[in-house]
Nanobody
Framework: QVQLVESGGGSVEAGGSLRLSCVAS????????MAWVRQALGKEREPVAT????????GYADSVKGRFTISQDNAKNTLYLKMNSLKPEDTAMYYC??????????????????????WGQGTQVTVSS
């Protein structure tokens, strides 16, 4: 099992920045890839950034490219999402999610099914205009 705990959300004005953190605990070596997934009120969940462990690459939704950066600190078992130039449309609950190596699922920018086995509790990001 893997436990994920997010932090770092808050309220900022448009153009501001935030850095989200996701601390993983448990059997973290079992994780194949991770993602930051957001869900705005009344909308579907959408992955905004993906990260494959072992340096296999990252991915970003078009809506956040050039503004958001996903990264990992292996020593701290922490996944980050640095968000710059925030817009009101970035307002959402942001979740950290992970897919285990035992799963055939992949982390990608697209519709989410049941591939993500592990989820954090989420952290709210609110951007005012």
């Amino acid at each position: 099992q893997v436990q994920l705990v997010e932090s770092g959300g808050g309220s900022v004005e448009a153009g501001g920045s935030l850095r989200l953190s996701c601390v993983a605990s448990g059997y973290t070596a079992s994780v194949k890839c991770m993602a930051w997934v957001r869900q705005a009120l009344g909308k579907e969940r959408e992955p905004v950034a993906t990260f494959y462990t072992g340096g296999r690459g990252t991915g970003y939704a078009d809506s956040v490219k050039g503004r958001f950066t996903i990264s990992q600190d292996n020593a701290k078992n922490t996944l980050y999402l640095k968000m710059n130039s925030l817009k009101p449309e970035d307002t959402a609950m942001y979740y950290c999610a992970a897919i285990p190596r035992s799963s055939g699922g992949i982390c990608y920018i697209g519709p989410i099914g049941s591939e993500y086995k592990y989820w954090g509790q989420g952290t709210q990001v609110t951007v005012s205009s």
